[in-house]
């Protein structure tokens, strides 16, 4: 079994844009760097600012098709949770 530990960066609060997303897609994925991007949030200052992370899945964006199918379950009539 291999273990795998997490390691945050003293600097994790100061991280912005590129820092930010690299340190988003080490630990998340490139998925929801996507997302983060989509919303406008590059910061963990931002991130935090964020009442409901998941409400915008539940809109009917169409910026938002492609992560959706990515993101979210899929119900069989079509629509996501």
């Not at 945050?8 to 844009?17: A, C, F, G, K, Q």
């Not at 409400?55 to 069989?76: G, I, N, R, T």
Request: charged share 25%; glycine share 6%.
């Amino acid at each position: 079994m291999t273990e795998t530990s997490l390691s945050i960066p003293n600097n994790v609060l100061d991280l912005r844009d590129n820092d930010f997303f690299n340190f988003i897609g080490q630990f998340c994925g490139q998925d929801i760097v996507e997302y983060f991007k989509l919303l406008g949030v590059r910061s963990v200052d931002s991130l935090l600012g964020i009442d409901d992370i998941f409400l915008p899945l539940q809109e009917d964006y169409l910026e938002l098709v492609d992560v959706k199918k990515k993101l979210a379950f899929h119900h069989s009539d079509g629509s996501y949770v």
